[in-house]
């Protein structure tokens, strides 16, 4: 199994309750735009986020590096990999690939970032998702992008089985002003942006925010820009032996909220079902078998 790698956004969060206020400040600065954010001089970074030089000194210390030029190196070598389009990935997979089945080689690949995945989640953050989610006084939006278009698709789907009040819209697509028009302050909007990050759902999301909706965020390890305003970002792993990245995480993880969603809403959620049966029957939508 590959050995694991966290990324310094990743061990920001994780350590983020034993860092100092002036270091949690930094810490918030850099992760707004990351990893771009990191990659000014020392001063820049320090400017930023409104702190002293020696404070980004002693947080890239606690975040186990030698110093600021080392925590850069690693930030680009990020950049790098964040940045790279499908040919390239595929490129620099194929010089390392191990010996062995794909098969095998990819399953370990998706089994690894599911471990990695779950071990940075946490649970009560999970579960804020699903509460926002189950609430029936808020509306939910849903959207995606080019890619990630299908896992929103697939989301809505089942979400608006579940409960009233599910809208899916495409962030690409020049409809989604319209939506944002009806958003109400405390609805949901559940995005999602993978790496290659959407200029439209950016914006999509910052609109959203001016209006008091709470943003639910799918992305992957090097958070999309739209992390600045997500009410709840939840960071999944994405990397495979392929020329595109993985969605299997981010699938596991809205499968589980449904799952969850549906449980807190059941008495809607079964009335629902059994209506929406009915009209299955009435119009035969489905092939029966005697």
Known sequence: MTARIETIGERLQRRFDELTRAERQLANSILENYPVSGLGSITEVAGNAAVSAPTVVRMVRKLGFAGFPQFQGELKRELEAKITNPIAKHDTWAEKA??????NRFTEAVIDNIHQ???????ETFDTACALLADPGRAVYIAGGRVTRALSDYFYMHLQMIRRGVS?????????????LDMQAGDVLVIFDHRRYENSTIKLAELAREHGVKIILFTDQWRSPVSRFAEICISCRIV???AWDSAVVTLLLLETMIAEVQKQTW????????ALEDIFDRTKFFRKFN
Not at 267 to 274: A, D, F, G, L, P
């Open 168 to 180: 899916n819209i495409e962030s690409q697509s020049n409809s989604w002003p319209h939506a944002v």
């Open 240 to 242: 495979v032996p392929s």
């Open 98 to 103: 191990p010996d062995g089945h794909i098969l």
């Open 117 to 123: 995945t779950l071990a940075q989640i946490d649970h």
């Open 267 to 274: 008495n809607e959620t079964r009335q629902r079902i059994e």
